[in-house]
C-alpha cells in the first residue's frame, strides 16, 4: 500500500468539449459546423449519431457547473463552439452564443471554479469548410479575430486559454486517416491544415500579448507512447517516427521554431512536405506560458516494412484495454512527459486530458466503475513519478466530466466520471466520481 501524493498546490479538474456536451444545435443563431456536416453524412459516425442534442448541456450548464463544484474541482475545462459566436465563421457576432458562454461563465466564477478555455476544440464553421477550410489561409486569419474577439470579451472571466486541441487530430485524423470532419483522405492535405492550425495558433498567441487581457495561453496537443520491441535499430528508430508524429511535429515548431528533419526526411519521401511560407514558424514559435497534454494510450512498436505511415506496427503484448480497444499503458504517460521535459525544458504543463473509456451502466442508481478508477489510479501514479523526475506538472483534468458525444463513435462510448442516460439525459455520478472526489480533497490517494 503506497500513498500517492500530490503538492497543495496541485490543481484538479475534468474537461469536455462544445459539440460534444452542448446540444442544442439548431438554437440561438448557431451556425453549423464540419461535425453537423460530417455526423449527418451517413456512414461516418456510428449508429448515425449527431450531437444535436448530445448532453444537452446548453440547457442543463448549471447543473454539469454544480456537478464540477460537488466534485470539489479547482478548474473546468470547456471549448466554444466557433460557429455559435460567428455563424459563418467571420463577420457578424452572434449575441446570444455570446450571452451563453457568460452565463456559463459566470456560474463557474460564482462557485469558485477557473475556467479554462479552449478556442478550438474541432467546431469548424461550415462556411469556411466550404472554402478550403484549414487548408485555406483565410481560415487562419479568420479564427484569429475569432479569437482576438473572445479575450476581449472576456477578459478578467478567463484567465486560461487553449487556441487548438490536438492539432493532429485536425489534421492527420480528419484529413489523412479520415475519421474525422471533414473526413479526406490525403497526406499533403493533412499536412498543410496541420501547419495552418500551428500557425493559427502562433498569430492567436500574438494577438492575446498584443491585446494586453490578463492571463495565460497555451495549445493542447495529444502524445501516445511507443515503446520499442527490441533494440534494434529498425524498431527504435520505427518508434521515434511513430511518437515524433504527435510529440516532436507540433512540439519542434511551437518550441524549437523548426519541424524535426528526420520527419521532413521521411514526408518528403512520401510527397507531403508542408507549405510553409517565410516568417511561419517565427509566428509559430510564439512563447507560450503553458502547455496541455492530452494523453490516452501507448503500446510496444516495431519495424515492418510498409505497415502504416512509418513502417510502424502495433504489438499484442497482451496488455489491458478499455472499452475503446486503447492500450492501457501508464507507463507510456511518465515516459512521454520526460522526453518532453528532456526535449523541451520545464515548461509548466497542465494535464489537459487523460481518461478511460468503459460503458458500464447505473444499477440501483450507482455505476460501479472500478476500472475506470484503477486507470486513473495507475495514470496519475505515473503522473507522479514524472513530477519526482523533474517535470513541473500543475494540475490534472480527467476527460471527461460527462459521458458525451464521442465523435466518430457517437454515443457508444463513454468516457464520463458521470453518466449521462441518453434518453431522459438524467446525470448519474459514478463511483470514480466519488473516488475523485476523495483525492481531490486529500490531495492524495491509496494506491
Ligand atoms: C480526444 N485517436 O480525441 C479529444 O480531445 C476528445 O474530444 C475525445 O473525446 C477524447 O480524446 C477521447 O477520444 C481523440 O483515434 C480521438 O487517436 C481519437 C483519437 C485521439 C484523440
Given amino acids: 500500500m503506497a500513498i500517492i501524493k500530490f503538492p497543495k498546490d496541485f490543481k484538479w479538474g475534468a474537461a469536455t468539449a462544445s459539440y460534444q456536451i452542448e446540444g442544442a444545435a439548431n438554437e440561438d443563431g448557431r451556425g453549423v459546423s464540419i461535425w453537423d456536416t460530417f455526423s449527418k453524412t451517413p456512414g461516418k459516425v456510428h449508429n448515425g449519431d449527431t450531437g444535436d442534442i448530445a448532453c444537452d448541456s446548453y440547457h442543463r450548464y448549471e447543473e454539469d457547473v454544480d456537478l464540477i463544484h460537488d466534485l470539489g474541482a479547482d ?91 490536438e492539432p493532429w487530430c485536425s489534421s492527420f485524423l480528419s484529413n489523412y486517416i479520415g475519421e474525422h470532419a471533414p473526413g479526406n483522405q490525403d497526406l499533403q492535405l493533412a499536412t498543410d491544415v496541420g501547419h495552418h492550425l500551428l500557425v493559427a495558433h502562433g ?54 521554431g523548426s519541424y524535426p528533419q528526420f ?46 505511415l512509418f513502417d510502424l506496427e502495433s504489438i499484442d503484448m497482451g496488455y489491458d484495454k478499455t472499452d475503446i480497444d486503447w492500450f492501457i499503458y501508464p507507463e507510456g504517460f511518465y515516459k512521454v512527459l520526460v522526453k518532453i521535459k528532456d526535449l523541451y525544458g520545464s515548461v ?40 519526482d523526475s523533474g517535470v513541473n506538472i500543475k494540475g490534472f483534468l480527467y476527460w471527461s466530466l460527462l459521458d458525451n458525444f464521442e465523435w466518430a463513435l457517437g454515443y457508444s462510448m463513454r468516457f464520463g466520471i458521470v453518466h449521462v442516460n441518453y434518453e431522459t439525459l438524467e446525470r448519474t455520478k459514478k463511483d470514480s466520481y466519488h473516488w475523485y472526489n476523495e483525492t481531490i480533497k486529500k490531495g492524495e490517494f491509496e494506491l
Avoid at 534494434?232 to 521515434?240: F, H, T
Fill in 203 to 256: 498569430l492567436a498567441v500574438k494577438r492575446f500579448r498584443e491585446s494586453n487581457v490578463e492571463g495565460e495561453i497555451g495549445y493542447a496537443p495529444n502524445v501516445t507512447w511507443f515503446e520499442p520491441y527490441s533494440t534494434k535499430e529498425q524498431d527504435v528508430d520505427a518508434c521515434n517516427r511513430g511518437n515524433a508524429w504527435n510529440l516532436e511535429w507540433f512540439f519542434d515548431p511551437v518550441f524549437k
Fill in 263 to 308: 520527419m521532413l526526411d521521411w514526408f518528403k519521401e512520401k510527397g507531403a512536405v508542408p507549405t510553409i511560407l517565410n516568417g511561419d514558424l517565427e509566428i509559430i514559435s510564439q512563447p507560450i506560458d503553458f502547455l496541455g497534454v492530452n494523453y490516452y494510450t501507448g503500446n510496444v512498436g516495431r519495424y515492418k516494412e510498409n505497415e502504416g
Fill in 75 to 165: 478548474v473546468y475545462r470547456f471549448s466554444v463552439a466557433w460557429p455559435r459566436i460567428f455563424p459563418t465563421g467571420t463577420g457578424e457576432v452572434n449575441q446570444k452564443g455570446v450571452d451563453y458562454y457568460h452565463k456559463l461563465v459566470d456560474s463557474m466564477l460564482a462557485k469558485g471554479i477557473e475556467p479554462m478555455c479552449t478556442l478550438y476544440h474541432w467546431d469548424l464553421p461550415q462556411v469556411l469548410q466550404d472554402k478550403g477550410g484549414w487548408d485555406n489561409r483565410e481560415t487562419i486569419e479568420a479564427f484569429v479575430q475569432y479569437a482576438d474577439f473572445m479575450f476581449k470579451e472576456f477578459n478578467g472571466k478567463i484567465k486560461k486559454w487553449i487556441t487548438i486541441n
Fill in 348 to 387: 509548466p504543463i497542465y494535464i489537459t486530458e487523460n481518461g478511460a473509456c468503459y460503458n458500464d451502466e447505473p444499477e440501483n442508481g450507482k455505476v460501479a466503475d472500478h476500472k475506470r478508477i484503477d486507470y486513473i489510479k495507475t495514470h496519475l501514479t505515473a503522473l507522479k513519478r514524472s513530477m
